[in-house]
Nanobody, 118 residues
Framework: QVQLVESGGGLVQPGGSLRLSCAAS????????MGWYRRAPGKQRELVAS???????TYADSVKGRFTISRDNAKNTVYLQMNTLKPEDTAVYYC????????????WGQGTQVTVSS
């Protein structure tokens, strides 16, 4: 079992920044990937960004150049720095964990709301 604890999120004006954190604990594999998905109202959940233990990153086209994912392997924690936020970034953001980076997520966080509005 793996437990994911998210923090961050909230309300921010367009053009602002937020940082999300997600800490994993439990049975952690060295081959894992962690990251974030999001679900906006009326839309399907989509991958935002993901990072392997080796530092390989994947980003959705819509966030490239604005969001940066990073991780601290010693703490099993992943961070998502979100800059130049837009109203269309409004969604519930879910941390994910995959035992094997090439497979779909095995575990999910509880979700944290990000609202971009003036």
């Amino acid at each position: 079992q793996v437990q994911l604890v998210e923090s961050g999120g909230g309300l921010v004006q367009p053009g602002g920044s937020l940082r999300l954190s997600c800490a994993a604990s439990g049975s952690i594999f060295s081959t894992n990937a962690m990251g974030w998905y999001r679900r906006a109202p009326g839309k399907q959940r989509e991958l935002v960004a993901s990072i392997t233990t080796g530092g390989t990153t994947t980003y959705a086209d819509s966030v490239k150049g604005r969001f940066t994912i990073s991780r601290d392997n010693a703490k099993n924690t992943v961070y998502l720095q979100m800059n130049t936020l837009k109203p269309e970034d409004t969604a519930v953001y879910y941390c994910h964990y995959s035992h094997y980076h090439y497979l779909p997520p095995d575990y999910w966080g509880q979700g944290t709301q990000v609202t971009v509005s003036s």
